[in-house]
């Protein structure tokens, strides 16, 4: 046995023994696998910080995690865009959206250092740059249009699900929109740009994922099994992560399903994995409504936690390339980090 080898069975052996005491079921290596969802014990909340507002009376939404761990987040109540360095928080930055008042959904870093949203209240996606403060917007094209999940791909354009017309979306660097639409109509609202290059997006109601090569235009469909999809993000680890009511779902590149776990609902009542995020040291981190962070680490295993705060209710999520979770607080209003 090799010494990496020894030292993961190692791992894996104390992995055993610990969810042996904890009551935790444990995935071990690749193949399809259940764990159990249990709360963790009494933690060093010293790990958690929570921020108020850059303007107060402010409530941050949508967050978004930049190269070079900048997190940004959206505060539709104030109207702004805000820009936290990961390493010195104080250090804000607002940039105002100015007559717009957009609705925005969520956030995406682009390539040249801009920063994109969807925007449903005006059926648009707008584009902020950080170097002048210039806002602009482009228009769907429909009344009703939204861009949904808007992710830069590998072609450094930015892709979003388009629900109102069944199918992907495209929204090139210089406003110009395309669209890719899904073989069976079906309603888009999650979309990833995987290891592969292509980018994988869920097909609502249809219990598939779609996976489109922009390079080539060849579309894949990929039976996951997932009745109702909450929520979809690249695993750092390769592959896609999807999310539905109960269940995580782990899928390779060429198709196949890693994983599958199933976390009990019972006592708490049903858990519903949203804003799915993975890097490096966090193989996938999620939030529910009811119990705050969840996690899953390489082997499976679910765990939980809140933030030690009165009313806390996180939701929107991103992760630094060191694995510290950021998410906006919408029962204390607040930005929060661990």
């Not at 978004?64 to 010195?88: C, H, R, S």
């Not at 981190?285 to 899953?296: E, K, P, S």
Request: glycine share 14%; aromatic share 8%.
């Amino acid at each position: 046995m090799t010494t990496a080898s020894a030292s993961r069975s190692a791992l894996v052996s104390l992995a055993t023994a610990m969810a042996t005491v904890l009551g935790v079921v444990v995935a071990v290596g690749g193949g399809a696998a259940s764990a159990g969802a249990w709360e963790l014990p009494p933690r060093d909340y010293a790990s958690w910080h929570e921020y108020s507002p850059a303007t107060a009376g402010g409530s941050p939404g949508p967050v978004v995690v930049a190269p070079g761990d900048i997190v940004w987040y959206a505060d539709t109540l104030e109207n702004e865009i805000v820009k936290v360095p990961a390493a010195a928080p104080a250090a804000v930055e607002h940039f105002r959206l100015g007559a717009f008042a957009p609705g925005i959904s969520d956030l995406a870093a682009a390539s040249d250092g801009t920063i994109w949203f969807g925007d449903f209240l005006n059926a648009a996606i707008g584009r902020l740059d950080p170097a002048t403060g210039d806002v602009t917007e482009h228009p769907l094209g429909g009344a009703f249009d939204r861009a949904t999940s808007l992710t830069p791909g590998p072609d450094g354009a930015l892709w979003f699900g388009d629900p109102s017309n069944g199918g992907i979306g495209r929204i090139a660097l210089d406003g110009t929109i395309s669209r890719v639409p899904d073989p069976g109509g079906t309603g888009v609202y999650d979309i990833a740009a995987a290891d592969d290059g292509r980018l994988w997006y869920t097909r609502d109601g249809a219990g598939s994922l779609g996976a489109y090569d922009p390079a080539t235009g060849d579309l894949d469909i990929v039976p996951v099994g997932v009745s109702g999809f909450t929520g979809l993000t690249a695993a750092a680890s390769g592959g896609v992560w999807v999310a539905g009511i109960d269940t995580l779902v782990k899928v390779e590149t060429d198709g196949t399903v890693s994983k599958r776990i199933s976390i009990p609902s019972a006592p708490f009542g049903s858990v519903v994995p949203r804003h799915l995020v993975s890097a490096d040291d966090v193989d996938l981190a999620f939030t529910d409504a009811d119990r705050g962070l969840g996690r899953v680490d390489l082997w499976g295993n679910v765990s939980f936690s809140k933030p030690p705060y009165a009313g806390t209710k996180p939701e929107h999520l991103g992760v630094t390339s060191y694995g510290s979770l950021w998410y906006s607080d919408r029962g204390r209003d607040t930005l929060g980090n661990v």
